[in-house]
DNA sequence: CCACTGACGAGTG
DNA sequence: GCACTCGCCAGTG
């Protein structure tokens, strides 16, 4: 069950990130936004899953170990794959979440940045 | 088997 | 926009 959403997770493009209702509606299991959270958790941290891509619907880092090196690592990778993070520590979905429709070919295309 | 918990989300006040 | 509640399903004790 959770391969299905560890596939999702990877099919998500680097400088871009997903939610977790997101992600679940698109492993074909709409509703377990929290499983997909309960997944992420038991996932290893040398797993090669992009799970530093999925944040809540207010684009902000989930982790409920606030403070921890998990989170902050999280953010730093974002950062590195291009993605910004406003003065309230959060992700302008508006520009930032992956469009699955608009890069169908797995193409995601150029990240508008300057539109901000 | 029952109850509680959890990287969440949508609805309501 | 923020705080609170209810619903979600799987794991764990």
Redesign the pocket.
């Known amino acids: 069950?959770w391969e299905q959403i560890y596939a999702v997770i990877q099919k998500v493009p680097a400088g871009y990130v997903a939610?977790?209702?997101q992600i679940a509606a698109l492993a074909g299991l709409p509703?377990?936004?929290?499983?997909?959270?309960?997944a992420?958790?038991a996932?290893p941290e040398n797993s090669l899953v992009p799970?530093h891509r999925v944040v809540?619907?207010?684009g902000k880092?989930?982790?409920?170990s606030g403070g921890s090196a998990?989170?902050l690592r999280?953010r730093a990778r974002l950062e590195a794959e291009g993605v910004e993070f406003d003065a309230q520590g959060r992700i302008p979905l508006e520009h930032f979440q992956w469009r699955p429709e608009r890069s169908f070919n797995g193409n995601p295309g150029q990240i508008d940045l300057g539109s901000q």
């Open positions: 069950m939610t977790y209702g509703g377990y936004a929290r499983q997909v959270g309960y992420l958790n996932l799970w809540n619907a207010k880092i989930s982790i409920r998990a989170d999280q």
